[in-house]
């Protein structure tokens, strides 16, 4: 998946572009947290933009609470934006160790969750 492509025709600045493409992605689910995001330079070498650009966005991605830069850790999704998949993400976590405690190994413990969702499904048609 390309994390950002800007469109420099776009009347959109291209620091909103970055901006809003890494929010839409985190509320997707497509960016969870803990995903590490490229380093400034590196994304912005990437978009053939200014270092400044980038570092603007991901500071305007910081200050809406979606990414913490962690120094040396670089920049990650802390997925305060969303907490639906925070308790769910804790709820698979829940789970996992519950079944890992059970004997059951990770394709089993997949399979299962597949036929659960399977099962809470609508049929087609």
Do not use: K
Not at 25 to 41: D, K, Y
Not at 73 to 99: I, L
């Amino acid at each position: 998946m390309t994390l950002v492509v800007v469109d420099t025709r776009s009347a959109e600045p291209p620091y909103e572009q970055v901006r809003r493409q890494i929010a839409e992605a985190v509320a997707a689910g497509h960016l969870v947290a803990g995903t590490r995001l490229p380093p400034v330079r590196r994304l912005a070498s990437d978009l053939g933009l200014a270092p400044n650009t980038v570092a603007r966005a991901y500071r305007e991605l910081e200050t809406a609470g979606l990414v913490e830069t962690r120094g040396r850790g670089g920049t990650v999704v802390t997925g305060a934006g969303d907490v639906h998949r925070e308790a769910a993400r804790a709820a698979a976590s829940r789970y996992v160790t519950q079944t890992r405690r059970l004997g059951l190994g990770p394709e089993e413990i997949v399979a299962l969750v597949r036929a659960a969702v399977d099962a809470a499904s609508p049929a087609p048609g």
